[in-house]
């Protein structure tokens, strides 16, 4: 019989606060119960963190259910709104727009992808495009929002979300839940890293003001830095930006403006893409771009041009590098966060790799012998994901056939790796959406971004001819109108927030 470890960890030091951070001694302090190891978290209020604003993914409210969170107060607490996807201008070319949905097209009613029988009538002079047939979009274009229904046999099903928040206040939220569960904060700016001679583990870190930390495990948090994994550890990074060449971002919020979309607008400009996320206080803006191709006072100007209000403070320049660490787990740290690497937040992928990263770790979670095969299991994986990510984010780029600006004409004509390559060769040749197994973007996400960007398949399966055209488009009027009545009884986003998870007071 298996006994009680007298290996269990004793310590676990987290380095940074921020949305990483505490996702972190959040999901420590739930999964140990304050029984099996103590958590401190260290953080200095000189360095601040990066959070300008978040938009997610729907696997987030998973992460909050982990955590027992109450949805209506978390958003409440966040200024929170909801998000049914993200809206794509100027991408594929200028002028064209085009909507990635939270979750699928339509309902099947055979073994043959509905996109198939949507390609079969566009052959034959239909004009409804694809979103016609998309829940999440029929909602969100005008606006609306609820919870989808539970009963799957209602188009109401057939759709998910997630959330645009501050996340200053979710850092602040998450803090207040770990620390209630015994997790201690240190105010302190790190100096020195100790490294055990025998072995290079991390023993302790030393703050400015001559205290010392010690710890059995570190989660590096720290930000681009790296300040454990790679300042301390050597770890190095493999950089993307050779696929993803946007790197530098300005950022400032905005009053709020315009509409109070349920959903993140990316708008393509001449040197990258400007982001658009609307909370309840303020709007959160920021552009994306290259800093071969534009300067960042002219990529400055450019953002402040396309505001929805006045700004509301300086604008922020971050800068960054487009990949991801050789190893997220050396040794006996571990990196989350912008300290594990950067996937430009094209398809609000941040957060959920913190939070895929932290459920990896309770997965493979370590004792003081530090068992080799599961951190290489955790590095197999975490490297898995990230280059799928990179791929969906490359697809955004390459398939465009925009020509005007030197960004989109080197975008049009780079190398893509492999693995996008076979997907997307695949596609063009029978609308066919292949994957390697289980990842964060599945078909109706690739088939949206594929379809966005014109990617156009040569020919549709077979047996989509089974239906006579008229039986056919009997089926498909009546999903695009059960789907139009259904988005229609919808309240409106605000209408839902003022009644269940209004923000008590404005930030």
């Known amino acids: 019989m298996p006994t009680v470890s007298d290996r269990q960890l004793r310590r676990i030091v987290v380095v940074g606060g921020g949305s990483a951070g505490w996702m972190a001694a959040a999901a420590l302090a739930r999964a140990t119960r304050g029984r099996l190891a103590e958590i401190e978290v260290v953080e200095s209020e000189e360095i601040g963190i990066v959070g300008v604003g978040e938009a997610t993914i729907p696997p987030i409210k998973l992460f909050n259910q982990l955590l027992g969170i109450d949805e209506n107060e978390f958003v409440a607490r966040t200024q929170g709104t909801f998000k049914l996807g993200i809206e794509f201008v100027n991408w594929a070319e200028r002028g064209h727009r085009y909507f990635h949905p939270f979750g699928r097209y339509g309902a099947d ?37 609820d919870r989808p229904a539970q009963d799957p046999r209602l188009i109401q099903s057939t759709y998910d979300y997630a959330y645009h928040f501050d996340a200053a206040l979710y850092a602040r939220y998450l803090r207040g839940y770990a620390e209630q569960r015994g997790v201690r904060r240190t105010e302190g700016r790190i100096v020195d890293v100790q490294l055990r001679g025998a072995d290079g583990f991390i023993e302790s870190l030393r703050l400015a003001d001559g205290r010392s930390v010690a710890g059995d495990f570190f989660i590096d948090c720290s930000g681009f830095r790296g300040l454990l994994i790679e300042e301390a550890l050597k770890t190095g990074y493999e950089d993307w930006t050779h696929w993803l060449p946007c790197d530098r971002a300005i950022a400032v919020p905005c009053g709020p403006g315009g509409e109070f979309t349920p959903y993140t607008r990316s708008t393509a400009h001449e040197a990258g893409w400007q982001w658009r996320i609307p909370l309840q206080h303020r709007i959160g803006n920021g ?59 094209l398809e609000s992928t941040s957060l959920h790799l913190v939070q895929s990263g932290i459920l990896r770790l309770l997965a493979t979670m370590p004792d003081r012998d530090f068992d080799p095969l599961a951190i290489e299991e955790y590095n197999r994986l975490t490297r898995q994901e990230y280059e ?23 975008c049009a004509a780079m190398s893509i790796p492999e693995s996008l390559g076979w997907r997307i060769g695949h596609f063009r040749a029978g609308a066919r959406l292949v994957s390697e197994g289980f990842e964060l973007f599945q078909n109706p996400s690739w088939l949206a971004v594929l379809i966005g960007q014109h990617v156009w398949p040569k020919r549709y399966d077979p047996l989509a001819d089974a239906y ?40």
Do not use: K
């Open 109 to 145: 009613f055979d073994a043959v992808p509905l996109h198939h029988y949507w390609l079969r009538a566009r052959s034959a002079g239909a004009t409804y495009g694809l979103e016609d047939y998309c829940m999440a979009w029929a909602a969100a274009r005008h606006g609306r929002f």
């Open 287 to 345: 552009y994306v771009h290259a800093s071969r191709f534009i300067s960042e006072d002219e990529a400055t100007a450019v953002l402040l041009r396309n505001l929805d209000g006045p700004p509301l403070g300086e604008p922020r320049v971050l800068r960054f590098t487009t990949g991801r660490r050789r190893l997220s787990w050396n040794r006996n740290c571990l990196a989350l966060g912008l300290a594990a690497g950067f996937m430009e937040p």
């Open 388 to 410: 799928r990510v990179r791929d969906f984010l490359i697809l955004h780029y390459c398939a465009t056939s925009r020509d005007d600006t030197p960004l989109w004409r080197y």
């Open 468 to 507: 006579e055209r008229d039986e056919l488009e009997r089926i498909l009027a009546g999903l695009r109108r059960v789907i139009t009545e259904a988005a229609a009884a919808m309240p409106t986003q605000q209408q839902y927030i003022e009644r269940h998870c209004r923000a008590l007071s404005v930030a």
